[in-house]
């Protein structure tokens, strides 16, 4: 039996891609490069949940900043509750300096936990005391960071019973190249599931010294990749590599 903790749109709309979507990460640490500690950025923004009493995911660490053609949010959520968090996303409103509506986003939370309910369902979880990212890119380009007043945000997901772990697909070797365009990272995708999977992508968040996601670097490959095999990816460049990473690994089944 499938038990339904939040009920929300968004949920609706990306129930299949995120049911499809299977999340495994790999943190790594960078060295030498001190960092900064701040989690929040811009700091003087608030950024407060919808949730009632708290909510059960938290938002340790965000950014919003402006990128080359558009602003661009990334977030660090932690599961605070006692059971797995499946299939969660991201839901962001933005309001100007007088309370209005600017715009709205929604997108789907990486997580590193693969569970099986039955035999053909499948969820990517968030367990208890781990961390989630997201990374919102398809913010209006005419947006101004300096003229909001503040964020609010959910993470609408399931609790599920009767779940078993599995192994999903993973991330290992990463190593970071730092180029003329930027940093891009290299490394090893891993198809742990039983069946092919498709569209093997993988996701980078270089992270500070608190752990706040400073950008995302990702790769998606053309060719599926069989049960217990692996192939070889290469990422996009990130502008700040920070001084950490976390790596998160994604694919479709094929039927």
Not at 29 to 47: I, M, S
Not at 104 to 130: A, H, K, M
Not at 136 to 158: E, K, Q
Not at 165 to 192: C, D, H, M, Q, W
């Amino acid at each position: 039996m499938v038990i339904v903790r939040k009920v929300h749109p968004l949920t609706v709309a990306m129930g299949a891609a995120l049911l499809l979507s299977l999340g495994c990460s790999e943190g790594g640490d960078r060295g030498g490069t001190p960092g900064d500690d701040q989690p929040f950025v811009p700091a003087g923004l608030p950024n407060t949940t919808t949730e009632p009493a708290g909510g059960w995911l938290t938002m340790v660490a965000f950014t919003l900043v402006q990128e080359a053609t558009a602003p661009a949010l990334y977030v660090a959520v932690r599961n605070d509750s006692e059971t797995p968090a499946c299939n969660v996303g991201m839901l962001t409103d933005f309001f100007d300096k007088d309370g209005y509506p600017v715009t709205s986003v929604g997108v789907p939370v990486w997580s590193e936990s693969y569970y099986r309910l039955g035999p053909d369902t499948i969820f990517n979880c968030i367990d208890p005391g781990q961390i989630g990212m997201a990374a919102a890119r398809t913010l209006p380009a005419d947006l101004v960071i300096a003229d909001l007043g503040y964020l609010t945000h959910s993470f609408p997901g399931f609790i599920v019973q009767d779940i078993v772990p599995i192994e999903g697909p993973a991330v290992s070797g990463v190593k970071a190249k730092t180029t003329a365009a930027g940093t891009l990272y290299t490394g090893r995708f891993s198809n742990g599931f039983d069946v092919a999977v498709t569209a093997p992508s993988v996701a980078v968040f270089p992270v500070n010294r608190v752990g706040r996601p400073l950008g995302v670097a990702s790769s998606t490959g053309a060719t599926d990749v069989p049960a217990g095999s692996s192939s070889m990816f290469e990422t996009s460049v990130v502008a700040d590599p920070g001084v950490a990473y976390q790596a998160y690994a994604a694919a479709t089944p094929v039927e």
